[in-house]
């Protein structure tokens, strides 16, 4: 019978992997972002320029700003990209477009995406199948492969906005699979590369490195779970340091050599954006902007301000790059940089003082991931990804992190629509979204049926608000006046009321985390 039902196992998984892989190929025609020239303005870039000049070509405004790794990535896939259409190759021809670049640029992310499905598979094999179901489709392991490969945030980012994630977060799960397994050099390693590919990954480093001391520089513990220093092993960390030096070296050593480091990190961190990207992320300065636009408005009624001092466009503008603060101070990189760094802190203490295995290093991963997302400097709505994946290998494991993943999910996915803001696109995110969601939802009440219900009713009542506020952004809200004076309202209200739900499942697994207490069985571990 365990024979039989390895096959099924097999079989069940591949059908998913199959089946959403054919969705891909059904959205190629759909909307694609600016993104889409972005990334053929690095196939152009790296195929045609010599390595020292690619962090310097500037035809385009669509820079090269990502690290070596990435563009390594894509001087790869331009001797592929040559045979299908040479002219995307051309530097000069900006916004080019044919149909076989789409189908190029397409295919190369649904491809690419093989590695994202290997890493889920690895995934699931952590996940502790003690839960022995007769049926299948309530196998914590299968709920999870639905959850992370029909993930909807991935869908609409990577395969009609367009970007490449879904290979990236597949080289992040697959560090988590093998730290999982005590494979710690792999995982390691598979971190370093990704942080070369995308830096934006520098958030859930703390995460990483904190959870590889204690039990891979460590090796052993006390009676009471405590750390034994007796046990630190410097032939471990020798190990750890020299695999982060020879990746950084692999990506980073020709550009020392060429004395371009200070140009590729110049363009690797840009401060010179705004605080808030150009649709507000749904995290705490979108509340902080909101407040200040609340605040102004009763200043002015109140006549506590002067209208004359008040610059225009901070009222009309919106949702511009530069949001000028007119009660609350204005915010600075230092500032936010700051937050996020005392944010992180207490899930970083959490991991070192109260080990809890690899769950205790994804619940870290996770707060990392939020925290930065609450309180970084220009951060995009789809860095929300970064602590969705990780919080769904937590969520078929405990009632508790799954009653969180279903708020964070659900207004994390909702707080993407404005990305996709062209008609056709509309009954397809809506669609793809309630599929999703209702899914989540079921498959993971029926999990925990035994258990008390997932979510209150406050949280209940919260999550269904957003029905009526889609209705009222994408089909009352245009037919009003208000359309021509406010265009920015929609995004506002979007990002605002999104925000109190990322924030809430922020402060609740925050809580959750600090308020654990270890079990004897695992302070033995």
Known sequence: ??????????????????????????????????????????????????????????????????????????????????????????IENLNYTSRSTIFFQRFSVIFTDILFIYAVRECCRCVDGKRAAKDILEKPTFILAVLLLWNFGLLIVDHIHFQYNGFLFGLMLLSVARLCQKRYLEGALLFAVLLHFKHIYVYVAPAYGIYLLRSYCFTANNADGSLKWRSFSLLHVTLLGLIVCLVSALSLGPFIVLGQLPQVISRLFPFKRGLCHAYWAPNFWALYNAMDKALTIFGLRCNFLDPTKIPKASMTGGLVQEFQHTVLPSVTPLATLICTFISILPSVFCLWFKPQGPRGFLQCLVLCALSSFMFGWHVHEKAILLAILPLSLLSVQRAKDAGIYLILTTTGHFSLFPLLFTPPELPIKILLMLLFTVYSFSSLKSLFRRERPLLNWLETIYLVQLVPLEIFCEIIFPLTPWKRHFPFIPLLLTSVYCALGVTYAWLKLYVSVLTERISIRQKAE
Not at 39 to 48: E, F, K, P, S
Not at 51 to 76: G, H, K, M
């Open 1 to 90: 019978g365990r024979d039989m039902a390895a096959a099924g196992g097999r079989g069940w998984f591949r059908a998913l992997a199959l089946g959403v892989s054919f969705l891909k190929c059904l959205l190629i025609p759909a909307y694609y972002s600016t993104d889409f020239e972005v990334h053929r303005n690095w196939l152009a870039i790296t195929h045609n320029l010599p390595l020292s000049q690619w962090y310097y070509e500037a035809t385009s405004e669509w820079t090269l700003d990502y690290p070596p790794f990435f563009a390594w990535f894509e001087y790869a896939l331009s001797h592929i990209a040559k045979y299908f259409d040479p002219k995307m190759l051309v």
